[in-house]
């Protein structure tokens, strides 16, 4: 029994296997049978259903199969990817029915309009240009999120990172639809700081002024260089290479440069990592050439970089450039110059080969220049040094591209080479980015000479896209309003040469210093152009009109304002204004210059700066001088953050043809030059009336110590100074000899008293001086160590200006 019972549970299991096994074989050979059929069966019509705009016949041309062909499933798939591919569907299915295929489709809608809202910091043609979605294009969702980035890239470039964008639609009839961008434009985000990290040959204040981004301020709405921006960071970051290699640090290296926004979003800090590397000094320098007939001893004038001299990177490269231009006069157009350095480490030098080959036989079939939508083409032609059909030179092209980066009209630069028709020719695509050029600039301030001080000016640096300079300006305080509008041509006649004009008014009041008020209007005609390097020339053609007045001091009518029978108002300028009027036209022709080897151009540690400048009045006109005016001064770095400065400045004027030096033209001195008195505190004065009369001749010298401030965080940008003036005004003009004891014929009271020597007026002193975000404030306190009993001192001094 027990044994037929497991012969019964084993044939049922056997049966069950068997009544599973058998029927699923026939499922799957007859659902084979069905896909070969199906996969087999000829398409015999396609049907488009669900199009509006789109024609059938377009739809049926995306499909990968046709009428008479099997039915695929492969090919289906590929032919849906097609169509969604084309973005004018927002839905595709495709199905067959018998023979017969049907294609479906929901078309994207047309958009009717494009509407931006809540924009007020960006107009809205600036968007309309950045989003590529326009009128009567198909809407697709793809491209809105494209445009959303697009718009979000555009405030962040305002330095506005909490913008949000959200894309609506209206729905219209006829399939089309409105696209409504509602934008958040949020706050805008600025930089709140700028840190640097390993740098010591330069304060973090020295190097903010080098980069082109700058911290927030009292008025960074007026300009956008507070905003933090991407790409202008990256131009930092190559601004202070260039600027370490120009001041001897060849292995200098910017091995970071980040920003981080702050916990509550508002602004971010900028962080740049330096590795300086040590200070080098040209070593030997020498050319050497390859080419046969160039003579490279003849070639060593053009070298500017000289042994013993700080390395400077930029003067390696102009001097390539410089041989280069040489060797191509000479008649080898394919000459190519390379600089070798050899640093020795140990004696912290790096000597300089320049090698003279031949370089490939390439000519530039065509130059293309885009981007320049307002900038004209001469303007980029003209910083080429080569033109098409000329060899290519690839040095040239390089200081070509870097000539335009400095014009400071174009955000971005790029050359690009790509081959000719032919092997042996080249086509350069130019690529620009152009950015604004215009600036509105305002300055604000105090001085204790004038009071509250102040400036507004309007600038275009590009004006019409011709690469010229125009600005108007109107400066003024309680003491002084001049307006000036000047015009630069920065490359007249297409040389280097820079010309331009500056109309200028000026009204300047000195009663409380001289006893009287003076204007003076005109116009300058003005020529310059680099005799070298570091040289500088400038010419000048001056016409103005002058005029000279005497305000009353006090109500009386006849200026006694003591009662004491004696007029209180300038004698020597009644005298003046009586001899040859209270007006004069000067016509003056000038020159100067200017040789300049600091190391930083606003806050040097080291170098010097020279100028010489000479002007004549008499070419026509009333009056008739000669003038000459000097200036030197000199920085010394006597540790890593102490700097020692001299300063040396002088003139003379003199006038000639019988003429006598007029009060307006003379110099008058005071704290600006030896500080420790007042504004035209010492110098030839009328003892009665305390006025200064002004001199002929002066000279002053200042030896200054600069340090940072003990237990300051360098941050702050506070420093101190201890300095000691010294210098001399004298030589009156002859009115004022021929006048000094003069008494007045009515009372025989006397009414003018000339006081004047050479004595070297002297002081000491400490300087506070701070970088603050409105712009450099200094603070003097100066006690006078030699002077006159009639000169007028000041213990304390203090200005502050700012340039936005």
């Given at each position: ?85 084309t973005g004018l569907f927002a839905d595709v299915s495709i199905d067959q029915e018998g023979d017969t ?397 820079s010309a331009g004009f500056d109309l200028f008014h000026k009204e300047v009041d000195q009663v409380r ?292």
């Amino acid at each position: 029994m027990v044994q037929l019972r497991i012969m019964s549970i084993g044939g049922l299991r056997l049966l069950l296997w068997l009544a599973i096994a058998i029927p699923s074989g026939l499922v799957a050979q007859i659902a084979a049978v069905s896909n070969a059929a199906h996969a087999q069966s000829v398409v015999r019509d396609i049907r488009v259903e669900g199009n509006r705009r789109v024609e059938p016949e377009t739809v049926r041309s995306y499909l990968q199969f046709s009428i008479g062909q099997g039915y695929d499933a492969g090919k289906v798939d590929k032919s849906l990817q097609a169509l969604f591919a084309t973005g004018l569907f927002a839905d595709v299915s495709i199905d067959q029915e018998g023979d017969t295929v049907v294609v479906y489709v929901i078309e994207n809608p047309v958009i009717n309009q494009v509407a931006f809202e809540g924009n007020s910091e960006v107009d809205t043609d600036t968007l309309k240009a950045e989003v590529q979605l326009k009128p009567r294009s198909v809407y697709t969702r793809a491209r809105v999120q494209g445009d959303v980035q697009r718009i979000l890239d555009v405030y962040r470039r305002q330095g506005r990172f909490a913008a949000s964008v959200e894309p609506k639609i209206i729905e219209l009839e006829q399939s089309r639809v409105n696209l409504v961008f509602e934008i958040n434009e949020g706050g805008s985000t600025k930089v709140q700081g700028i840190n640097f990290v390993g740098n010591h040959a330069f304060s973090d204040a020295q190097l903010r002024d080098i980069i082109s981004t700058t911290q927030t301020g009292w008025f960074d709405f007026l300009k956008g260089t507070s905003v933090y921006d991407p790409d202008r960071m990256n131009l930092d970051r190559e601004l202070l290479r260039q600027f370490y290699l120009k001041n001897g640090y060849a292995d200098v290296r910017v091995t970071a440069a980040n920003a981080e926004l702050d916990r509550q979003g508002t602004g971010f800090y900028m962080n740049f990592a330096i590795d300086e590397g040590e200070r080098y000094t040209f070593g030997n320098v020498t050319i050497e050439s390859s080419l046969p007939g160039a003579d490279a001893q003849t070639m060593i004038g053009e070298v500017l970089t000289h042994q013993g001299d700080i390395y400077n990177g930029a003067d390696v490269d102009k001097t390539v450039e410089k041989l280069t231009l040489l060797t191509s006069e000479q008649g080898f157009a394919f000459a190519r110059v390379r600089p070798r350095a050899m640093p020795d480490p140990a004696s912290r030098t790096i000597s300089m080969a320049y090698l003279i080959d031949e370089g490939p036989r390439i000519y530039i079939e065509r130059i293309n220049v885009s981007g320049n939508l307002r900038t004209k083409n001469y303007v980029i032609f003209r910083e080429f040094r080569l033109a098409e059909g000329d060899a290519y030179n690839p040095m040239l092209v390089d200081r070509a591209k870097k000539r335009l980066s400095g014009l400071g009209f174009f955000k971005s630069v790029e050359i690009k080479r790509r081959p000719g028709s032919t092997p042996d020719r080249v086509i350069l695509d130019v690529e620009l980015v152009e950015q604004s050029t215009g600036e509105l600039s305002f300055g604000a301030g105090y001085s204790t000479a004038e009071g509250v001080i102040g400036d507004v000016s309007i600038s275009e640096r590009n004006l019409l896209g011709n690469g010229q300079f125009l600005r108007l300006k109107l400066a003024g305080s309680l003491e002084r309003m001049q307006v000036d509008l000047s015009f630069t041509e920065p490359r007249f006649l297409d040389r280097n040469l820079s010309a331009g004009f500056d109309l200028f008014h000026k009204e300047v009041d000195q009663v409380r210093e001289a006893g009287y008020e003076s204007s003076r209007t005109g116009g300058t005609l003005r020529l310059g152009f680099p005799l070298s390097e570091s040289l500088w020339m400038q010419t000048g053609y001056t016409l103005d009109y002058s005029t000279l007045d005497i305000p009353s001091r006090c109500d009386n009518a006849k200026g006694d304002c003591n009662g004491d029978g004696i007029r209180d108002i300038n004698a020597l300028v009644i005298e003046e204004i009586k001899s040859r009027g209270d007006a004069a036209l000067t016509s003056s022709f000038g020159t100067s210059l200017t040789f300049d080897k600091r190391n930083h151009p606003k806050d040097p540690t080291s170098g010097y700066w020279l100028q010489l400048a000479t002007d004549m009045a008499g070419l026509g006109g009333d009056v008739q001088y000669a003038r000459v005016n000097a200036e030197g001064r000199f920085y010394y770095p006597i540790s890593e953050k102490i700097t020692f400065v001299g300063r040396a400045t002088g003139g003379h004027i003199e006038g000639f043809g019988g003429d006598d030096v007029r009060l307006t033209d003379l110099y008058y001195r005071g704290g600006e030059t030896v500080r420790g008195f007042d504004r035209a505190g010492f110098g030839p004065r009328d003892r009665i009336t305390g006025d200064a009369v002004g001199g002929r001749t002066y000279w002053a010298t200042t030896a200054e110590v600069r340090f940072p401030l003990p237990f300051v965080p360098d941050d702050l940008g506070l420093t101190g100074a201890v300095f000691a003036d010294a210098g001399s005004l004298f030589n009156a003009n002859d009115l004022a000899k021929s006048m000094s004891g003069r008494r007045d014929p009515v009372t025989n009271a006397v009414i003018f008293d000339l006081e004047e020597d050479t004595t070297i007026r002297s002081s000491v002193g400490v300087s506070i001086m701070w970088s603050s975000p409105v712009g450099p404030i200094r603070m003097d306190f100066a006690k006078a160590l030699s002077k006159e009993a009639y000169d007028e001192e000041q213990f304390f001094r203090f200005g502050a200006s700012s340039k936005f």
